[in-house]
């Protein structure tokens, strides 16, 4: 008889079918016992009514793995509408140790560095399993936007031999005797393959050894890469970000629906031209000095609640990043060489993307490191690719688990991420 998931139950009413999963909880009244079964699609209500099979029920504890075959009866009270009667239960496998925090709760009560402490089984409780559909369904949308406009999925090192991508710190490590790093994104070898495919994207790990200890933040993270080539400048970025965001929230909306209704969450619309700021208009708006380099999560705060107010919109492009704040790589406006062709795609008052146009001459590359009194060498191989020939070319990433957060309301990007990494946490 072929396994039946819990969403499977209702198609089978009348039959005798055999499920399987967790137990859930039981309940047990004096004249009928309530067993509820959890499985991978949710959870399905057992009725014991017979004695022998009830004081089966009263030893099993939660988390045991059982098999249950039974008839399928409709409940309109019962999870799914339907539940099964005249049960034969079997363990296949040993009586569990129930965890530390009762998975059957609405919402674990346990601190979340005790959740994370017993994630493998932190993660079976509902809430926390959905957010993790609801990451799963956001990159498939991802990768189906792109891949419909004949974007490329590549996959580059994550072991690097120089530190030269960013300012921001790295993982040193020991490669065969000689110093190695973790890669803290994509970003040359993804403008590299616009040389060979003009458009390609990547899903991946990227470490970032930046001593944070912030409900945003962690050293290592998923981001959602993309390059593409041939652009006029940012904006043609923009715009693919824009229909990118349409695809992952599109797809959160049809594949992880059982999820967001779980997580009692309303997905955004992503408005046909998200609004957009420059930077000096955006300092503005949030009250902060003309001279501020960079925007502060006050400031994106406040940026959000705006963009919310006047636009009616979650996102809000944030355009015109002084050039001194953004990478070497980073192309100049060319009527204000002092700001860059690049942009911050914020999300419900949070940074949630970086992007823009990047230099594509090998001329212009040799001066943006001579300014910022940079050697050459380390880049050797990177730039040499622009002396054969590169394409104007932008680019963006998005943090993943950022993105769930923000879309879920989880107060800590811990919350949606199953086994995190940050500056104090190696394990489990």
């Not at 495919?197 to 945003?216: I, N, S």
Request: charged share 20%.
């Amino acid at each position: 008889m072929q396994r039946i998931l819990s969403t499977q139950l209702s198609a089978h009413i009348g039959a005798t079918v055999r499920t399987a999963g967790w137990v859930h909880r039981r309940r047990l009244l004096k004249s009928v016992a309530f067993l509820i079964v959890r499985d991978a699609a949710g959870l399905s209500q057992v009725v014991v009514t017979d004695p022998a099979t009830r004081a089966q029920i009263e030893a099993l504890t939660e988390e045991t793995v059982v098999e249950v075959t039974a008839t399928v009866v409709a409940n309109t009270t019962a999870p799914v509408g339907v539940e099964l009667t005249d049960p034969v239960v079997r363990p296949l496998g040993p009586p569990a140790v129930p965890p530390p925090f009762d998975l059957y709760r609405p919402v674990l009560t346990a601190s979340l560095p005790t959740q994370l402490d017993h994630a493998p089984t932190a993660l079976r409780h509902p809430l926390r399993s959905a957010a993790l559909r609801v990451s799963a369904a956001s990159v498939a949308g991802f990768r189906a936007a792109l891949d419909c406009r004949d974007f490329v999925e590549i996959h580059t090192p994550k072991v690097v031999s120089s530190s030269t991508e960013s300012g921001a710190n790295v993982f040193e490590l020991d490669w065969f005797g000689r110093p190695a790093y973790l890669a803290q994104s994509p970003q040359f070898y993804k403008q590299l393959m616009v040389g060979v495919f003009e458009k390609v994207y990547e899903v991946g790990p990227v470490f970032r050894a930046e001593p944070h200890d912030t409900v945003r933040h962690l050293a290592q993270y998923t981001s959602l890469d993309v390059e593409l080539g041939f652009v006029a400048d940012h904006r043609d970025v923009m715009r693919v970000l824009r229909d990118v965001l349409a695809g992952m929230l599109g797809s959160v909306a049809q594949r992880a629906v059982g999820a967001v209704a779980t997580l009692g969450i309303a997905l955004p619309a992503v408005p046909e031209e998200i609004p957009a700021v420059h930077f000096t208009e955006a300092l503005k708006i949030a009250g902060a000095p003309a001279d501020e380099p960079d925007l502060a999560p006050a400031h994106e705060r406040a940026l959000g609640e705006w963009a919310r107010r006047e636009h009616g919109s979650d996102f809000l492009f944030v355009t015109g990043y002084p050039m001194a704040k953004r990478p070497f790589y980073t192309h100049p406006d060319p009527a204000r060489p002092s700001h860059s062709n690049g942009f911050d795609l914020l999300f419900r008052g949070m940074e949630l993307v970086t992007g823009g146009q990047r230099l594509h001459r090998h001329a212009d590359y040799l001066v943006a490191l001579a300014a910022r009194g940079e050697p050459v060498e380390p880049y050797a191989g990177y730039l040499d690719a622009f002396r054969h020939g590169m394409p104007p070319h932008g680019g963006f990433a998005i943090g993943l688990e950022r993105f769930v957060a923000r879309l879920t309301g989880a107060a800590n990007v811990r919350e949606v991420t199953a086994f995190p990494r940050d500056l104090h946490r190696l394990t489990p």
